[in-house]
């Protein structure tokens, strides 16, 4: 199955936002909601293009604004559609209200997010402030580091949102690589056919059996109009965190048989490059992590033991993983493209979190890096490895606060 799945596949070049657009095609996406914002605006682009050829067979909605386009998938898939969108930076924003409906509503809604700066001041650049600071809506957020992965994660983002019924983010860096041109191995419409299977929603549109989606509903569980009842509002929200918990064994089951199909494995939550036997792990998220990689080979040649974990899955977010990967490590360097204001990088906070109460001597220091495009150079975090290290090394490390990697 595997080797004739590959066979099947054709490589061409095609940019981050190109693959997509591909990625939503070969899953026979039947509503698209578009609206245009930088740098996102060819994935739609390409969908119209795509649809007006004939070659999906798919309604093509466009819209006034980014908070009618969730409305849209919202509407379309709580009917049985599978949809999709893409949007940045403040379109991403500007969707807030809709991202927590989808979530709370457990609709398989699948975004495409080319991050972007968040102003003011106006930015057009990458960052992942956007997605960073929608990390809390109920959505699966994952992030690709290449063409090759936006485009294999859009495919596998649809049977993981079907199988747990929760909305997925698929991330991926504006301009670095949504308008980079990268060779990427594309699937036939068949081998995707066999690999996700047609929608069966699980929300009921009936005539002759009506029903109300998301009706006010009180703290404390209640009888309904039949006298059967029915859960409050914490207990759905509790069953909201549940499912994400869950999804943890969705996204490494589905990575898995990914890789068993088409040759590339998703299996594990997050990517290790010369983890095995490393002392000190850089941690980064996205395109980051591939110059990640490049900073630890320049430091292995220094004979620093340094390896890399590249956060794929955010949300939600790999606990166990981490631990099992930073074991041995006693230095985590975090290197951040955002920040939650107030406190220091958002995975630097994640992982200070994971290894609360493990008992663990392991020192974590997190850099700010590469806000609103600002260029982030192997030789650079190779540096500030080596500095971290001189500090903790000599015991003056202050792990408090975030350095940031700019001019003041």
């Known amino acids: 199955m595997k080797a004739n799945s590959k066979k099947q596949d054709a490589s061409q070049m095609l940019d981050g936002n190109?693959?997509?657009?591909?990625?939503?095609?070969?899953?026979?996406?039947?509503?698209?909601?578009?609206?245009?914002?930088?740098?996102?605006?060819?994935?739609?682009?390409?969908?119209?293009?795509?649809?007006?050829?004939?070659?999906?067979?798919?309604?093509?909605?466009?819209?006034?604004?980014?908070?009618?386009?969730?409305?849209?998938?919202?509407?379309?898939?709580?009917?049985?559609?599978?949809?999709?969108?893409?949007?940045?930076?403040?379109?991403?924003?500007?969707?807030?209200?809709?991202?927590?409906?989808?979530?709370?509503?457990?609709?398989?809604?699948?975004?495409?997010?080319?991050?972007?700066?968040?102003?003011?001041?106006?930015?057009?650049?990458?960052?992942?402030?956007d997605s960073m600071s929608q990390r809390d809506t109920g959505w699966i957020q994952m992030y690709a580091r290449n063409n090759q992965e936006i485009l294999d994660q859009i495919i596998q983002a649809y049977r993981i949102a079907e199988k747990a019924y929760l909305p997925v983010m698929v991330c991926y860096d504006g301009y670095t690589l949504s308008h980079t041109d990268m060779p990427v191995d594309v699937p036939s419409q068949d081998?995707?056919?066999?690999?996700?299977?047609?929608?069966?929603?699980?929300?009921?549109?009936?005539?002759?059996?009506?029903?109300?989606?998301?009706?006010?509903?009180?703290?404390?569980?209640?009888?309904?109009?039949?006298?059967?009842?029915?859960?409050?509002?914490?207990?759905?929200?509790?069953?909201?965190?549940?499912?994400?918990?869950?999804?943890?064994?969705?996204?490494?089951?589905?990575?898995?048989?990914?890789?068993?199909?088409?040759?590339?494995?998703?299996?594990?939550?997050?990517?290790?490059?010369?983890?095995?036997?490393?002392?000190?792990?850089?941690?980064?998220?996205?395109?980051?992590?591939?110059?990640?990689?490049?900073?630890a080979e320049m430091l292995r040649r220094d004979g620093i033991r340094a390896g890399v974990i590249g956060l794929r899955v955010f949300r939600p977010f790999p606990r166990a993983d981490v631990l099992r990967a930073l074991q041995g490590c006693r230095l985590a360097v975090v290197f951040d493209r955002s920040i939650s204001y107030g406190n220091e990088g958002t995975a630097c906070s994640e992982t200070k979190a994971a290894l609360y109460g493990t008992g663990t001597n392991m020192r974590v220091h997190g850099f700010i890096v590469g806000l609103g495009g600002r260029d982030v150079k192997a030789r650079e975090l190779a540096g500030a490895v080596k500095r971290t290290l001189s500090l903790t090394d000599r015991g003056a490390l202050n792990s408090e606060s975030p350095e940031w990697v700019c001019e003041i």
Not at 228 to 245: K, N, P, S, T
Not at 284 to 292: I, R, S, Y
């Open 191 to 295: 081998a995707v056919d066999g690999f996700l299977p047609p929608y069966k929603a699980h929300t009921i549109l009936d005539p002759t059996n009506p029903k109300n989606y998301n009706l006010v509903t009180l703290a404390n569980p209640r009888l309904n109009a039949e006298g059967v009842l029915c859960h409050g509002y914490m207990e759905i929200r509790y069953l909201l965190q549940e499912a994400l918990e869950k999804s943890k064994e969705a996204i490494a089951s589905v990575g898995r048989e990914f890789g068993d199909l088409f040759g590339r494995s998703y299996a594990s939550l997050l990517w290790e490059d010369m983890m095995e036997g490393a002392e000190i792990a850089i941690v980064a998220t996205g395109g980051l992590a591939m110059e990640a990689i490049v900073a």
């Open 18 to 129: 190109r693959a997509a657009a591909l990625g939503a095609k070969l899953c026979r996406v039947q509503v698209v909601a578009a609206y245009p914002i930088t740098p996102q605006t060819p994935v739609t682009e390409a969908l119209s293009e795509i649809v007006e050829r004939g070659e999906l067979q798919a309604q093509y909605v466009t819209v006034e604004s980014e908070h009618s386009a969730m409305a849209v998938c919202s509407s379309a898939s709580l009917v049985g559609a599978r949809t999709f969108t893409a949007t940045s930076s403040h379109g991403l924003a500007y969707m807030h209200e809709m991202l927590h409906w989808v979530a709370g509503t457990r609709l398989p809604v699948v975004l495409a997010c080319v991050n972007r700066a968040i102003g003011a001041p106006w930015n057009v650049l990458n960052d992942l402030q």
